[in-house]
């Protein structure tokens, strides 16, 4: 005779407390998700401002060392109009540069109106909705939101205290407010330039 042992199968599944925990972690996951999401479309929708505010500051820059190389301006006016030299001091809005082809001079202008830009403040042609540049529906954008300053400061010599008069250093910042945010971005370049060709 042959025994047969029945064994009896216990089947479990999740508690509840279980699913709320998995449920938890899940929950915290997709936020970390959808942040970093939102994180990209943001850094993405300033991407055309950051390019812009850095072409505008090293542009800025090679006309100064321009300037400079091509004896255009002597060592002397590469300053400030407060410290005798012929750029203006603080912030201005970007415009045409005046007679002398420098930028942040007293003798700047507003842009003249040109194809689809308006007179004023610098004005950039994009592409329109055929994304070919140069046609019928190219659109304009206005660089009024942009400001640049260009400082020059003296240069201290290793004992911190004497003036070196060979060299200056010139730090152009340009700054914009993107779109609804009241925040201001800037983007900053430092140089040195000496009376030196």
């Known amino acids: 005779m042959t025994q047969r042992k029945s064994q009896s199968s216990r089947q479990s599944g999740f508690t509840i407390i279980e ?4 449920i938890a972690i899940m929950s915290i996951g997709i936020v970390t998700v959808i ?15 950051n390019l812009i505010a850095r ?37 201005t809005q970007l415009l045409a540069a005046g007679p002398d082809g420098l930028v942040n001079t007293a003798d700047d202008l507003n842009f003249p109106a040109n194809g689809v830009c308006p007179a004023g403040p610098e004005c950039l ?4 909705p055929d994304g070919i540049l140069g ?3 190219d659109k304009a954008m206005s ?18 205290v004497t003036t070196n008069p060979n060299l200056k250093q010139v730090t152009v910042t340009v700054g914009y407010t993107s779109g609804t945010s009241t925040v201001a ?4 370049v430092n140089a040195l ?5």
Do not use: C, H
Request: aromatic residues 8%; negative net charge; glycine residues 8%.
């Open 35 to 49: 942040a970093a999401f939102a994180t990209a479309v943001g850094a993405t929708s300033n991407a055309q401002e």
């Open 19 to 22: 699913t709320m925990i998995a």
């Open 143 to 160: 660089l009024a939101n942009f400001t640049r300053q260009i400082q020059i400061s003296k240069v201290l010599e290793s004992d911190g």
């Open 193 to 197: 330039i000496s009376s030196f060709n």
């Open 135 to 137: 046609t019928a529906d």
């Open 55 to 91: 072409q505008k500051t090293l542009e800025a820059m090679e006309s100064i060392y321009t300037a400079r190389n091509a004896q255009q301006l002597t060592f002397g006016q590469i300053a400030n109009i407060s410290s005798g030299g012929i750029f203006t001091s603080g912030a």
């Open 185 to 188: 971005r800037t983007y900053t």
């Open 125 to 128: 042609v994009l592409p329109g």
